[in-house]
């Protein structure tokens, strides 16, 4: 009864219907935003409603929908999947690997007659024949009149190794599920960072300690003065504050680094720094939040003149408007300039931000080794399992063949192998 259970399990359709659940859930889970607040859901799907009763919001919230790949019942349904794969693969894939690597003899006439290609030669052609198998590396099971031969046997491996492959994804998805973490950082040029502003972990997270370094930030401009592309050049550092890895990443480039992925996301202005009567002067800046790109600052008069200067910009390429006290337009100018003839005031650096994204995946090791072995099981996949089978009989020699692919090249090496002992 044990034994029958598991072959429940086994089945191809409980199989199938399983991964079809799983797809579905994960493509819902594609389409609704992950790990947002909960604002966040009942703003947006408070206005749909199920049987003209429950909110859309209430239900994801319910069931876990806004975090559905680290909900019980989702990674249950991957443990479920997994059971049947393993169970698939000890009570069939291997009965029949086993059966294919054994001797397998035909008995009788209607056996041969049943395969695929069959043929009656005469008996003195039977030591050719398995000259003629051994030539092109055939598995040869001899036994008085009955042979037994194979090749291919690469491919019946296939089906295992795919179901290996599937199960180790699902366990790297387990594994990412219940310790990754994500994390959100602005972090200024040149200053030295610990993750700490996470937006999302779990209770088997592990937040590493080692210190991160912003080396510097720049930005390519195109000819119409639009952003192509913004760098962060880091450096990750061990606890003596030695470098153990640098690199310079930007936008669908970001820097991997054991199992912290490190994305440029975002970018920010945070202020000036003038230069004025031989001091050098720190000056906050404001970023304006419904004009994209435009920061404001304010330069008090500092005793000169007693000027007051509006500072506004929208890039980074070190031009920069600079405006009176009453609005006043007093000319552009770049990074370095002199501002006034009569004055030493220089606005010589911006001072800024930059936005990274950081995610720990524990578990895309297993997620890609599973990938990778499950394109080389395709391949694999493609071998022919070929199978001949000889029995001599008083002055007759059966011979008959079948196999799983290459039906064609199959039919060819049967006439190779039949018909110069036919015209004889």
Same mark, same amino acid.
């Given at each position: 009864?044990?034994?029958?259970?598991?072959?429940?399990?086994?089945?191809?359709?409980?199989?199938?219907?399983?991964?079809?659940?799983?797809?579905?859930?994960?493509?819902?889970?594609?389409?609704?935003?992950?790990?947002?607040?909960?604002?966040? $859901?009942?703003?947006?799907?408070?206005?749909?409603?199920?049987?003209?009763?429950?909110? !859309?919001?209430?239900?994801?919230?319910? !069931?876990?929908?806004?975090?559905?790949?680290?909900?019980?019942? !989702?990674?249950?349904?991957?443990?479920?999947f997994a059971f049947?794969?393993?169970?698939?693969?000890?009570?069939?894939?291997?009965?029949?690997?086993?059966f294919a690597r054994?001797?397998?003899?035909?008995?009788?006439?209607? &056996?041969?007659?049943?395969?695929?290609?069959?043929?009656?030669?005469?008996?003195?052609?039977?030591?050719?024949?398995?000259?003629?198998?051994?030539?092109?590396?055939?598995?040869?099971?001899?036994?008085? *009149?009955?042979?037994?031969?194979?090749?291919?046997?690469?491919?019946?491996?296939?089906?295992?190794?795919?179901?290996?492959?599937?199960?180790?994804?699902?366990?790297?998805?387990?594994?990412?599920? !219940?310790?990754?973490?994500?994390?959100?950082?602005?972090?200024?040029?040149?200053?030295?960072?610990?993750?700490?502003?996470?937006?999302?972990?779990?209770?088997?997270?592990?937040?590493?300690? $080692?210190?991160?370094?912003?080396?510097?930030?720049?930005?390519?401009?195109?000819?119409?003065?639009?952003?192509?592309?913004?760098?962060?050049?880091?450096?990750?550092?061990?606890?003596?504050?030695?470098? +153990?890895?640098?690199?310079?990443?930007?936008?669908?480039?970001? +820097?991997?680094?054991?199992?912290?992925?490190? $994305?440029?996301?975002?970018?920010?202005?945070?202020?000036?720094?003038?230069?004025?009567?031989?001091?050098?002067?720190?000056?906050?800046?404001?970023?304006?939040?419904?004009?994209?790109?435009?920061?404001?600052?304010?330069?008090?008069?500092?005793?000169?003149?007693?000027?007051?200067?509006?500072?506004?910009?929208?890039?980074?390429?070190?031009?920069?408007?600079?405006?009176?006290?009453?609005?006043?337009?007093?000319?552009?100018?770049?990074?370095?300039?002199?501002?006034?003839?009569?004055?030493?005031?220089k606005i010589f650096?911006?001072?800024?931000?930059?936005?990274?994204?950081?995610?720990?995946?524990?578990?895309?090791?297993?997620?890609?080794?599973?990938?990778?072995?499950?394109?080389?099981?395709?391949?694999?996949?493609?071998?022919?399992?070929?199978?001949?089978?000889?029995?001599?009989?008083?002055?007759?020699?059966?011979? &008959?063949?079948?196999?799983?692919?290459?039906?064609?090249?199959?039919?060819?090496?049967?006439?190779?192998? *039949?018909?110069?002992?036919?015209?004889?």
């Open positions: 009864m044990n034994l029958k259970i598991l072959r429940t399990f086994a089945q191809l359709n409980v199989g199938i219907f399983l991964l079809l659940l799983i797809a579905s859930f994960s493509i819902l889970g594609t389409i609704i935003e992950q790990d947002q607040p909960i604002n966040f $859901y009942i703003n947006s799907y408070s206005n749909f409603f199920l049987f003209n009763y429950f909110r !859309f919001s209430q239900l994801i919230l319910f !069931f876990g929908i806004d975090h559905i790949y680290k909900t019980w019942w !989702f990674l249950f349904l991957l443990f479920l049947c794969l393993t169970i698939c693969t000890y009570t069939q894939q291997f009965p029949i690997l086993k054994g001797c397998n003899f035909k008995v009788n006439f209607n &056996s041969f007659k049943n395969q695929e290609y069959f043929s009656i030669l005469n008996s003195n052609f039977f030591s050719k024949c398995l000259l003629n198998f051994k030539f092109k590396s055939y598995n040869i099971f001899h036994q008085k *009149t009955f042979v037994y031969a194979y090749k291919g046997i690469l491919g019946r491996f296939a089906p295992i190794i795919v179901h290996f492959a599937m199960i180790l994804i699902l366990f790297g998805n387990t594994i990412t599920a !219940f310790g990754s973490f994500n994390s959100q950082e602005l972090v200024a040029k040149g200053e030295i960072f610990h993750i700490q502003n996470l937006i999302n972990k779990t209770f088997f997270s592990i937040i590493p300690d $080692y210190p991160v370094r912003i080396n510097d930030f720049w930005i390519d401009y195109g000819l119409e003065n639009n952003i192509k592309q913004f760098y962060s050049s880091l450096s990750i550092l061990n606890q003596n504050g030695d470098e +153990l890895i640098k690199k310079t990443i930007s936008v669908n480039f970001p +820097l991997q680094f054991n199992t912290l992925t490190f $994305y440029q996301t975002d970018w920010n202005i945070t202020g000036l720094r003038i230069f004025f009567n031989e001091k050098f002067y720190q000056l906050p800046i404001l970023s304006l939040t419904k004009a994209k790109n435009f920061w404001i600052s304010w330069i008090p008069s500092l005793n000169f003149e007693k000027k007051e200067i509006t500072f506004i910009t929208n890039n980074l390429n070190g031009n920069f408007s600079l405006y009176d006290k009453f609005g006043n337009f007093l000319g552009t100018f770049n990074l370095n300039d002199q501002i006034f003839d009569n004055s030493n005031l650096e911006y001072i800024t931000e930059t936005g990274l994204q950081i995610k720990a995946d524990p578990g895309i090791f297993f997620i890609y080794s599973g990938f990778l072995i499950l394109m080389i099981s395709v391949l694999i996949s493609y071998f022919s399992f070929t199978q001949f089978w000889l029995l001599k009989k008083q002055n007759k020699l059966y011979i &008959s063949a079948t196999s799983n692919r290459a039906k064609l090249n199959l039919r060819i090496e049967f006439l190779k192998l *039949t018909l110069p002992y036919l015209l004889n």
